[in-house]
Structures are given as C-alpha cells and as structure tokens.
C-alpha cells in the first residue's frame, strides 16, 4: 500500500501512546516512499484566521486547504467529545489513511471508555503549494483537549503539550481534505 493509503494521523500524546505501532509502520512505509523535505524557498501565511474560499483562482489552494486542516481538527474534537468513530463528520475534511487513523483512535477510546474535553489549538503554516497538494506544518497546542473517564475525572496526570504536525491536504473529488498527517513528540515545538 502507499503512505497516501495509510497516511499517518494523531491527534494528541494520549492517542499516539495508543497507537504507537501503527505509527511505526506507517512511518518505516512513510520512509520508503520518500519524504517532503523543508523548501527554503516556502513562505509562511500571515498569522490569523484563514477562511476557506469558494473561489478557484490560482493561489487560492493554500487558504482552501488550510481551512479544510482547520475543520478537519474541529471535526475530530466534536467526534471526540463521545469518541464517535462512526461520526459522520469525519470525512468531511479527513480522507484515506488520515481517515482511518482518526477512526482507530476513537475506536480505542471508545474501548478505553475515555472521551475528550476541549479543542486543540492550531496556527498551520504553509510549506509547499502546488494546484492540487498544500503541505503545512503546524505547532498543535493540545494543553485545553484533554480525554476523561466517563465519570469526569481525567484519564491521567498529563497536561498536554505542544507538538509538531505536518500535514498534507489534497484536492478531490469531494474538495479539499487532509490525506496525510504526522504528529511528532510533545515538546517539538
């Protein structure tokens, strides 16, 4: 399979701890493929909120894709909040292996009988910008979405943290969508 069929996603420490093999295969498959290296050329966007646009102009594929990043995190937080694998927001902004990962992860913590409180935080920069692909990079702050017991009390002592995630979003059929999604170790960033 390629990585764009197994695109790698998390979406918190709690969840890469929990899915931590999958990670390492999907990253030794990430590694095979090849790797999108920095571009000392890319350009970061001016820091705010980016909304999407419905327009098709050229250069309008960074703000598309990153308001389809941004959404794709507000429809994991809402999913979270019951850990709602069969959400049907999920493929709104997410596709392929991303997808898949994002429904494990909330498969476990239905299992786990966890949920999560709260909503990352995300500021993604743009790393590369072709008609159809964006790459981004992100500092996810993930210090106000915490997973709980059901009986409210917090799962563990850890407060979360801040980590590196590179994304990437590609257009489709169904518009822009995050297909590719790394997470690096809290304290990346």
């Excluded at 596709?95 to 409180?117: D, N």
């Excluded at 993604?124 to 017991?149: G, M, N, S, T």
């Excluded at 059901?150 to 995630?165: D, I, V, Y």
Aim: net charge positive; charged share 30%; aromatic share 6%.
């Amino acid at each position: 399979m390629s990585s764009g069929e197994w695109g790698i996603v998390a979406f918190s420490e709690r969840v890469r701890r929990q899915i931590h093999g999958v990670f390492a295969a999907a990253t030794a498959l990430a590694l095979m493929s090849g790797c999108t290296a920095d571009r000392p050329d890319a350009k970061p966007l001016p820091e705010g909120t980016v909304e999407a646009s419905a327009s098709r102009e050229p250069g309008a594929e960074p703000m598309e894709a990153l308001a389809a990043y941004r959404a794709m995190w507000r429809d994991l937080s809402v999913a979270s909040e019951t850990s709602d694998a069969s959400s049907p927001v999920l493929d709104d902004h997410a596709t392929g292996g991303a997808l898949q990962l994002m429904k494990y992860g909330l498969r476990k913590a239905k299992r786990e009988k966890v949920v999560s409180k709260g909503t990352p935080r995300v500021d993604p920069k743009v790393i590369r910008a072709a008609k159809r692909e964006v790459v981004l990079r992100d500092c996810v702050d993930d210090r106000h979405w915490l997973q709980y017991k059901l009986n409210g009390e917090l799962k563990n002592s850890l407060p979360g943290g801040h980590f590196r995630a590179d994304a990437t979003v590609r257009h489709g059929e169904g518009g822009w969508k995050v297909a590719d999604l790394f997470m690096h170790e809290t304290g990346s960033c």
